[in-house]
């Protein structure tokens, strides 16, 4: 299995006045500059259309005052129908090539911010605390067709299927465009603006504290993501990484947990097996050499298979999930409780912060607490459309991966908010990061950051 990081390559640099907004178009960049200037870049003949690696774009072509009212502070291409939508003022459609004027959405005007659904010709528009959406008909006319009130003026967006992922504040939430419903799902970190960009795959890319340094703006292109300082552009392009800790183990693997710097592997079979890594590894992970196997309990879970582990490192416990949840003390794996009421579950997620526990059983979701002592107490019990097949915690919410979709619940009201498909041939898998991020699988596992990058 292999993850995406991104490296960051130059394209632009040197653009005389600040850049306030980015768009790509058949190969080349449209910068729109605080004066209200647009410049077009090409790349390098070499590029073969793709993002180059070993040159920047070239200034191919200037107009000086394409918008004549207004800053522009957004832009976005719609490449099926030769349109440029840009916000100066109010939305403005221009024809490309040649950016004639082709209309101005009145209806817009004192807007901050927009995003557009190429596919089905939706524009939501954030102004003031309103959000309104508006529908492209068959000829150049925007018909309204929604508007909701949200918490705050909308700093970023993207669309997400049906729903429109928003930054407001120093938050992230989703909210519905049929009904308008609305889901927090995290913060962006202290001093983070809120960063939201959509994938070309359908995945949301979304910055968090100090990962994207000093950017004031995500695009998305077909080839790689735009992010746009005061006066130069570079390019987040996709870089594989990974590296194999554990390999010949016996048997199939069924559950993994890590503990002190080890890898705790649980096999079809029932058995742990605990894997150290080498001793010049300084308890990170190893470039140069795999794990190696430090301790057996060939029969750990004497009935069911284990499905499922996770380390309460604070309280020094492993929980796992054969045939129940069951608790074991580390790090000599005595069994401390069983817990009867989760028979029959199938996955489970653990918050090890607030000490709750919530399992996915049959097409029902239940959430227990974990006292003073070792008894967990039952606190809610969600219906949901099918069976979990994964899922993590996030803040108040959890993360179900149900069919093959990805969705988000509320821990204390039981409201779902439908996210995005995880593909055609790919299993909805869910993982929360150390940091409070997850990362989503989408079609081939290169890594999807719809809830924190």
């Not at 970023?156 to 519905?176: F, H, Q």
């Not at 004031?216 to 300082?229: D, F, G």
């Not at 399992?359 to 008894?375: A, C, M, P, Q, Y």
Request: glycine share 12%; net charge positive.
């Amino acid at each position: 299995m292999v993850h995406s990081a991104y490296d960051a390559v130059e394209l632009v640099s040197g653009v005389p006045g600040d850049i306030v907004a980015v768009a790509a178009y058949a190969g080349r960049l449209l910068v729109a500059g605080k004066d209200g200037s647009l410049r077009i870049y090409a790349p390098p003949g070499h590029a073969g259309g793709g993002i180059p690696r070993d040159g920047p774009y070239a200034l191919e072509r200037q107009q000086p005052s394409l918008w004549r009212r207004g800053t522009p502070l957004a832009m976005e291409v719609s490449a099926g129908r030769e349109l440029l939508l840009s916000l100066a003022e109010c939305v403005n459609l221009h024809r490309l090539p040649g950016l004639e004027t082709v209309a101005v959405i009145g209806k817009t005007k004192g807007a901050n911010l927009f995003a557009w659904d190429d596919r089905r010709g939706l524009l939501a528009v954030g102004r003031w605390k309103r959000l309104t959406i508006f529908r492209l008909d068959s000829g150049r006319e925007f018909v309204e067709v929604k508007e909701f009130g949200v918490p705050d003026t909308v700093k970023s967006m993207a669309w997400c299927g049906d729903n429109i992922c928003l930054g407001i504040r120093k938050e992230y939430m989703i909210i519905n465009s049929m009904t308008g419903a609305l889901t927090e799902v995290f913060s962006s970190g202290r001093n983070a603006p809120p960063l939201v960009v959509a994938l070309p795959t359908g995945e949301l890319l979304l910055g968090k504290t100090v990962v994207l340094r000093d950017v004031q703006k995500l695009v998305e292109t077909e080839n790689c993501i735009l992010a746009v300082l005061a006066r130069s552009v570079y390019g987040l392009l996709p870089v594989p990484i990974g590296a194999q800790l554990v390999s010949g183990v016996p048997g199939d693997i069924v559950a993994v947990a890590a503990y002190a710097g080890r890898l705790l592997v649980a096999g079809k079979d029932g058995s742990l097996r605990i894997y150290a890594p080498p001793g010049h590894a300084g308890g990170g992970i190893p470039r140069d050499g795999p794990y190696a196997l430090e301790r057996q309990q060939p029969s750990l879970w004497r009935r069911g298979t284990p499905l499922a582990m996770e380390v309460s490192a604070g309280r020094e416990l492993l929980l796992s999930l054969a045939e129940c949840v069951n608790l074991h003390r580390l790090p000599g794996l005595e069994t401390v409780a069983v817990i009867g009421k989760t028979k029959g579950a199938n996955l489970f997620a653990w918050d090890d912060r607030r000490g709750l526990l919530a399992v996915g059983r049959w097409k029902r979701l239940t959430i227990f607490r974990l006292d003073s002592g070792r008894e967990f107490v039952e606190v809610k019990e969600f219906g949901v459309p099918d069976t979990v097949k994964s899922m993590a915690w996030c803040g108040d919410n959890i993360c179900l991966g149900i069919r093959k979709e990805y969705m988000i619940i509320n821990s204390m009201t039981g409201a779902l908010t439908e996210v995005f498909s995880s593909g055609r041939n790919a299993p909805p898998l869910v993982v929360a990061l150390p940091t409070g991020e997850l990362l989503l699988g989408k079609v081939n596992m290169t890594g999807c950051k719809i809830c924190q990058n």
